[in-house]
Every structure is written in C-alpha cells, then in structure tokens.
C-alpha cells in the first residue's frame, strides 16, 4: 500500500523499544475489519494506512485496537443514558469514557475525529458528539509521535 498520509507512522517502526518493532495487517484482514464494521465498504484511507503500518498495536497511545470492547463499551455506555447515534461511526480509542470516532458516511480520505462522550452529555456538559481537539486522525497519529519521540506528555 501507498502511503500518502502517515508517513511519519511509516518511518518510525519502533515507538515502544521495549515492545518491539510492530506488525501491520495485510489487506485481508483489513477487509475483515471493513466487513464487520463497515458493511464491507473500505474505512477511510489515513485509517487503512494505519492498520496496514501499525495493526494491533500501533504504540501511539492513541488508538486502542481492542475494537469489539471499544465497540460494546460505547454501545452500552449510550443504551445506559438512552441515546442514539443515526449515523454509522467507528470508535478508536476511550479515555474517560470519551470515545475517539469518525464516521463512516463522510467521504473524506483523512476523517475529521469526533469526541462521543455520554456521560458530558448527560452531565450537561458537553453536546454528545463534539469535534476533536486534533481535526484529522492523521494529525493525531503525527501529533503522538511528535510527543512521544520528544517526551512530551499527552
């Protein structure tokens, strides 16, 4: 595969030394991954480069590649607060119980990320679906590896 938006990923294969160098997915499993969230239809390009570069275990501290949890955490964290998501979205990562989204409908090759956060909502805090703080996944992979190569907190 090209790759046209994480190449900083791309040319950094060792972010966790203690881990290892990571192994990324053949487009077989991809599709797998497409088919199962997606309906088949292929996710957004910058996150097929990601899962081709970095697969299960990206060491970016920023996407949580354990899907099915991800998924089912959401699920059951707006069922508790009774509501709904109309449009199809895929969940990357959760940190305190804030999900890192982007949609699935929007046809852009580097999606625009979405903070999903329930419990805002229903605090009265926060709308339940907000814009990121990093507009693009691609900015927010680039983003983790400035600071992790840089020690510098998250």
Known sequence: MEIKY???LKDSPNLEPSIGPREGWDMTKIEL???KYNKGRKFPLAFREYL???GDFGG????NEDWDDLHSDCQEDLKRFNYKVERPYFV???YDSQYSIFFLDEEFEDPKIYILDPYGK???EYDLIRPGFIVTFSKLINEAIHRIKNNIPF
């Open 6 to 8: 994480l190449k900083q």
């Open 122 to 124: 229903n605090r009265g």
């Open 52 to 54: 081709f570069l970095a």
């Open 33 to 35: 991954l497409e088919t």
């Open 60 to 63: 970016t501290g920023v996407v």
């Open 92 to 94: 990357f990562d959760n």
